[in-house]
Nanobody, 123 residues
Framework: QVQLVESGGGLVQPGGSLRLSCAAS????????MGWYRQAPGKQRELVAA???????NYADFVKDRFIISRDNARNTVYLQMNSLKPEDTAVYYC?????????????????WGQGTQVTVSS
């Protein structure tokens, strides 16, 4: 099974920056896309940004030109650099990975999720 562990959340003032990290571990054969989602209280989970193993990125309109997603394939880690943060960015941020696991002689493709990290933007 693939495990994802996020870090880097916290409290920041409007206009500030944070960098989230998410490391994948387990019997990983390969990881295709990795991404960041967020869920604010009373709202549905939404895509923030995603990146393929080849480095192609996709951003939600509300974070374009403010957030940057990147990944280190050798470390199975994805990052989210968040700049010019706004109060409306306050949410729990979740990491996801579309991975292929190798176990007991077979390959399994699955979508895994991290436990989430709280980001609060407030003065």
């Amino acid at each position: 099974q693939v495990q994802l562990v996020e870090s880097g959340g916290g409290l920041v003032q409007p206009g500030g920056s944070l960098r989230l990290s998410c490391a994948a571990s387990g019997t990983i054969f390969s990881i295709n896309a990795m991404g960041w989602y967020r869920q604010a209280p009373g709202k549905q989970r939404e895509l923030v940004a995603a990146i393929t193993s080849g480095g192609t990125t996709n951003y939600a309109d509300f974070v374009k030109d403010r957030f940057i997603i990147s990944r280190d394939n050798a470390r199975n880690t994805v990052y989210l650099q968040m700049n010019s943060l706004k109060p409306e960015d306050t949410a729990v941020y979740y990491c996801s990975a579309d991975a292929v696991e190798y176990s007991s002689g077979s390959y399994y493709r699955q979508i895994s999720w991290g436990q989430g990290t709280q980001v609060t933007v407030s003065s």
